[in-house]
C-alpha cells in the first residue's frame, strides 16, 4: 500500500522536499557567487579574454562606437581600471544589458539612458560622480558655464559620431586596427566636439573670433601650425597660445573663469618680465595690464586698446613744458609716440629710470 505509506510517513516526504529546496538555494547561492565573487583561476583568464572587446554585447548594433571606444581614454581606463572609475559602457549608459537584450537592429526596447537627452544639471551629474574626483573639476559648480545651464556635452563628445560621419570615410569594412590608424589622428583631443580648443570655443564665443585676424593677436600661427582637420601625426595642433592657457572653461580660479586668481597673475605666468619689483614702478602697470591691453586681439600694435600716444593721454594731460619744445618731430605721432622715449613703460630698474626712459 504505497499509498498508505505516503500518508503514514509525512516527515520523509517534508525531508525530501526540504532537501530538494537545499540542494536548489545552494546550487543558486553557488552560481551567484560565482558570478559577482571573486572569480577562480580558470575563469579570469576567459574574463580578461572577453574584456579586451568593450561593449561585445552592443558590437553588432553598434560597430562603430564599439570599435571607436578603446581609442578613446574611456575606452583605455575601461581597460585598465578594475574598480568603479573604469568607464564601461554601463557605467554612462545604466540600463545596457536589458536594452542589448530586447532591442532588435532597428527598434531600440529598454531605456538604455543617453546623457545627450537629459537635462544638463543631470547630464553633468553622469560625468561628475567621477570626474568632480579630478583636480581641475572642483570649480565647475557655480562657474559661469555651469550657470548658463551648459552641459559637459557643449564641449565634450564621448564618441565623435557626428565628426567621424562628416569626415566621410567608410569605416564597416575596416578591421579594429585599420580604424584605430585612420581615426587616431583626427579625433580631436580631450574628446572635444570640434577639431581644436579655440574652434570648440569660437562655436559660441563668436566675439572673439575676430581676434584670430587683428593685427596684433594671442593667436599667432606657429612656423608648422596646422589646422587639426588636415593634421599629420607627429605634427602640432591648434594653436600655442589657447584659449585654455589662460582661461578654464570648467569654472577657474578668477573672474571671467580666468585660470590665475587676477589679471596680472595671469600675464606674470608668461610674461614674468613685466612682474618687477622695479624701483621705478609705474602705477597703472601694476594695477592692472588690461587698462593698456586687450587679452584677445587688437588692430593696435602690441595688444593694445588704442593708439599709444592716445593711450598715455588719458591719464598724462599735463605734461613737463619740454615736451612743447621738442624740435624737428611731433612727439605725439612720430614713430612709436610717447613710448620712442619712454620706452620703459612697464616700470624702469636704471637709477634715473624716473621718466621710465631709461
Ligand atoms: C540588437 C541590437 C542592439 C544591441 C545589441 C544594442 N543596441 Fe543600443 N540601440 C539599438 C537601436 C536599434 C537603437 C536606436 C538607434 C537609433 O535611434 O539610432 C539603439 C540606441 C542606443 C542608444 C541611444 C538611445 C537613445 O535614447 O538615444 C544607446 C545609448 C545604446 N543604444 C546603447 C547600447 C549599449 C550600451 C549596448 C550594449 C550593452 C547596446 N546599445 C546594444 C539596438 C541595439
Ligand atoms: C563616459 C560615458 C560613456 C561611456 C563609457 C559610453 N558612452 Fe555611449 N554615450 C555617451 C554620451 C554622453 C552619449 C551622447 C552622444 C555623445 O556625447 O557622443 C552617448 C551616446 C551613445 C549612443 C547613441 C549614439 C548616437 O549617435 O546618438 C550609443 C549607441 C552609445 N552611446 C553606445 C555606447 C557603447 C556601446 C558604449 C561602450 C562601448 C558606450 N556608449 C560607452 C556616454 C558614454
Ligand atoms: C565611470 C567613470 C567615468 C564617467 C561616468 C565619465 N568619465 Fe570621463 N574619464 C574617466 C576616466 C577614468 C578617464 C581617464 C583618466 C582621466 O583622464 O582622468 C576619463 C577621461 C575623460 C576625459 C579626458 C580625455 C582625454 O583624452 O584626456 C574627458 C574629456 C572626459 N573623461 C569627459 C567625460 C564626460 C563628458 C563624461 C560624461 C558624459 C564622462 N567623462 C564620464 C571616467 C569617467
Ligand atoms: C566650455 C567648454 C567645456 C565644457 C562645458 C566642459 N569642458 Fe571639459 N574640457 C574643455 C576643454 C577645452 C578641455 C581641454 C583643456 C586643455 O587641454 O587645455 C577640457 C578637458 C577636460 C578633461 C581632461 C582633463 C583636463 O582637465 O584637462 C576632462 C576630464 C573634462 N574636460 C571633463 C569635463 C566634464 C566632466 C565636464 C562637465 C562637468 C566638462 N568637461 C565640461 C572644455 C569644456
Ligand atoms: C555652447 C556654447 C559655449 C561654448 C562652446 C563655450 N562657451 Fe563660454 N560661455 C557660454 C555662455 C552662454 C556664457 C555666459 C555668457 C554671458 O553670461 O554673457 C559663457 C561665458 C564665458 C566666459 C565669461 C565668464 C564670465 O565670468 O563672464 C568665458 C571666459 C568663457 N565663456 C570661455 C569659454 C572658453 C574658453 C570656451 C572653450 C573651451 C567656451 N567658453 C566655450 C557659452 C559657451
Ligand atoms: C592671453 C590670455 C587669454 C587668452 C589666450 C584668451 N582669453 Fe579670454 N579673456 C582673457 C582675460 C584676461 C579676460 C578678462 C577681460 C576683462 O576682465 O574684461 C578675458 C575675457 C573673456 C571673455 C569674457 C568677455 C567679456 O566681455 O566679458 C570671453 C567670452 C573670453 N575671454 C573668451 C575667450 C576665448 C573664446 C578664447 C580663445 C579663442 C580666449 N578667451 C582666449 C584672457 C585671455
Ligand atoms: C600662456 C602664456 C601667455 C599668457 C598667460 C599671456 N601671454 Fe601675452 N603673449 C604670449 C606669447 C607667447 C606672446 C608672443 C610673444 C612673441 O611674439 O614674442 C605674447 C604676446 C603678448 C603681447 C605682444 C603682442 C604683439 O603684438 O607683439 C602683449 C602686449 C601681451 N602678450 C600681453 C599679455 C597680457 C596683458 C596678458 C594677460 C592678460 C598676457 N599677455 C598673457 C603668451 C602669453
Ligand atoms: C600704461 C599702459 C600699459 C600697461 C598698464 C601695461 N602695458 Fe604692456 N605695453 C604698453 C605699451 C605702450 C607697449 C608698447 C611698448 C613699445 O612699443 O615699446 C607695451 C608692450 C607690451 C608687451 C610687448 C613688448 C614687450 O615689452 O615685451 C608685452 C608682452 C606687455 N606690454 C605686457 C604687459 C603686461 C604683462 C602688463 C601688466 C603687468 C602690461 N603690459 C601693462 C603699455 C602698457
Ligand atoms: C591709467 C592711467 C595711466 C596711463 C594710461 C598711463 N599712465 Fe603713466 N602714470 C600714471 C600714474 C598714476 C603715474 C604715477 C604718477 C605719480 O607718481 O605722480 C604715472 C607715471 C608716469 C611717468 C613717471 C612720471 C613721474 O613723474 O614719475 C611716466 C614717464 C609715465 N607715466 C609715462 C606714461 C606713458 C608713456 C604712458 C603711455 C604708454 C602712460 N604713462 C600711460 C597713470 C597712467
Ligand atoms: C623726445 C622724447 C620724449 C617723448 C617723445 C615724450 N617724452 Fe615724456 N619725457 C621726456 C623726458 C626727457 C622727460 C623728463 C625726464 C626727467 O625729468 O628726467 C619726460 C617726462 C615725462 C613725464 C613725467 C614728467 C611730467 O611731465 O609730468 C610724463 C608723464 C611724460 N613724460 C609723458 C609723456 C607722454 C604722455 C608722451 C607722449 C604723448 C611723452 N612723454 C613723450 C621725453 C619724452
Not at 557655480?142 to 567608410?170: A, E, F, P, Y
Request: proline letters at 4%; glycine letters at 6%; hydrophobic letters at 30%.
Amino acid at each position: 500500500m504505497p499509498a498508505q505509506e505516503k500518508v503514514t510517513n509525512p516527515s520523509a516526504t517534508i525531508r525530501v522536499v526540504v532537501l530538494l529546496i537545499g540542494v536548489a538555494l545552494a546550487v543558486v547561492l553557488f552560481a551567484l557567487a560565482r558570478s559577482s565573487g571573486y572569480p577562480t583561476q580558470a575563469q579570469s583568464v576567459k574574463q580578461s579574454a572577453q574584456q579586451t572587446v568593450i561593449g561585445r554585447d552592443c558590437r553588432q548594433c553598434h560597430a562603430l562606437i564599439v570599435q571607436t571606444f578603446p581609442l578613446d581614454a574611456h575606452g583605455k581606463s575601461a581597460k585598465f581600471l578594475k574598480d568603479s572609475r573604469g568607464a564601461k559602457c554601463e557605467a554612462c549608459h545604466g540600463n545596457s544589458d536589458k536594452h542589448a537584450e530586447t532591442s532588435t537592429k532597428t527598434v531600440s526596447k529598454g531605456d538604455v539612458g543617453n546623457p545627450a537627452k537629459w537635462s544638463s544639471a543631470d547630464a553633468n551629474q553622469s560625468c561628475l560622480q567621477c570626474h568632480s574626483m579630478d583636480r581641475s573639476h572642483f570649480n565647475w559648480k557655480g562657474g559661469k558655464h555651469d550657470r548658463s545651464d551648459m552641459s559637459c556635452l557643449s564641449c565634450h563628445s564621448v564618441h565623435h559620431t557626428k565628426l567621424i560621419q562628416r569626415m566621410s570615410v567608410n569605416l564597416t569594412d575596416k578591421t579594429d586596427t585599420e580604424v584605430a590608424e585612420i581615426l587616431n589622428t583626427r579625433i580631436p583631443e580631450r574628446l572635444l566636439i570640434a577639431p581644436s580648443i579655440e574652434e570648440t570655443c569660437l562655436g559660441c564665443h563668436v566675439d572673439q573670433r575676430k581676434a584670430l585676424f587683428q593685427r596684433s593677436t594671442h593667436f599667432f600661427r606657429t612656423e608648422n601650425w596646422t589646422d587639426r582637420r588636415q593634421v599629420l601625426p607627429g605634427q602640432p595642433a591648434g594653436m600655442k597660445v589657447t584659449c585654455t592657457s589662460c582661461h578654464d572653461p570648467h569654472g577657474g580660479e578668477g573672474r571671467k573663469m580666468l585660470q590665475a586668481s587676477n589679471t596680472n597673475q595671469l600675464c606674470y605666468q608668461c610674461h614674468a618680465d613685466k612682474r618687477g619689483p622695479f624701483l621705478w614702478e609705474h602705477a597703472p602697470v601694476r594695477e592692472n595690464c588690461l587698462t593698456c591691453h586687450t587679452p584677445h586681439g587688437s588692430n593696435n600694435v602690441n595688444l593694445l586698446t588704442t593708439r599709444t600716444h592716445q593711450l598715455c593721454q588719458e591719464c598724462h594731460m599735463h605734461m613737463l613744458w619740454r615736451h612743447q619744445t621738442v624740435a624737428g618731430f611731433d612727439i605725439f605721432t612720430f614713430n612709436k609716440g610717447c613710448v620712442n622715449c619712454h620706452a620703459l613703460v612697464h616700470g624702469s630698474n636704471h637709477p634715473s629710470g624716473k621718466a621710465l626712459t631709461r
